[in-house]
């Protein structure tokens, strides 16, 4: 890999209330070397260009999930997307789509936090157990069963690539399903009963139209349109279990 230092063109979308009244768009000359990611030209950017320059990051390691932008209208962490990609051409760098914009490249998340809260993204235990019994137990494949959901970082890409959310944000949509589902799938909960009523809902599930982008653009394979859809048919067959099994419960 060269260390040669050339440079790039970052366009970014900008939008400072103070001043702005609407995003207007600013380029920057960013000297760069094969090894540097977006999120290291915005810092060079902020450090050397242009203080003001406001965005989110924290672990520079695809780990936070802090630094989801478009860049060049995907939606990507920027520490993990490199600025070699786009040489010689420029790269536009804009906030998340479909979220209000606070400040330049910071989103407003309150809506997903809402929905966050809503689905109780936390251990309901079954039964409640004393601290001399010792810890839950799980076997290795009862962890299996939900894994591959609880990688979810919270990057909110699935919600920028989601066409749905963006038409009407009262879609629970990608990230809030997963969660949901990854607790539902875990042994030592029980709290399905309380979270169910969301994926039922008008706004649950079946909003989703199955593009499938959402999968597309995870950086952890979390691959949400698979817990949306296994939840459309777990809503399906709760519904229609509804008019073959008697009252009571029992067959």
């Known amino acids: 890999m060269t260390t040669a230092t050339r440079s790039i063109r970052i366009e970014i979308l900008r939008y400072r209330p103070e001043q702005d009244q609407e995003p207007v768009v600013e380029s920057f000359e960013v000297p760069f070397s094969d090894d540097m990611s977006v999120l290291q030209g915005l810092q060079y950017i902020k450090d050397e260009l242009d203080g003001s320059l406001s965005y989110r990051w924290s672990c520079r390691m695809a780990i936070c999930g802090s630094c989801g932008m478009m860049i060049n209208g995907v939606p990507r962490l920027a520490c993990s997307t490199f600025l070699r990609e786009f040489h010689p051409g420029g790269v536009r760098v804009e906030a998340l789509a479909h979220f209000p914009i606070e400040r330049d490249l910071v989103i407003v998340m309150d809506d997903f936090m809402t929905k966050l ?24 494949a009862q962890l299996d069963q939900y894994e591959q959901f609880s990688s979810c970082i919270n990057c909110l890409l699935c919600y920028a690539a989601c066409p749905q959310y963006g038409l009407n944000t009262s879609f629970l949509g990608p990230a809030a399903t997963v969660l949901l589902h990854r607790y539902n799938l875990d042994s030592r909960d029980g709290g399905a009963a309380q979270r169910m009523p969301l994926i039922h809902a008008e706004e649950g599930v079946f909003n989703c139209t199955a593009v499938g982008y959402c999968s597309e653009v995870c950086p952890k394979d979390v691959d949400p349109a698979n817990a949306v859809n296994t939840n459309k048919t777990a809503s399906a067959m709760d519904y229609f279990l509804r008019f073959v099994t008697p009252k009571g419960g029992q067959s």
């Open 117 to 140: 809260h809503q689905i109780k993204p936390y251990i309901i235990p079954k039964e409640q157990r004393q601290l001399a019994q010792g810890e839950y137990l799980q076997t290795p």
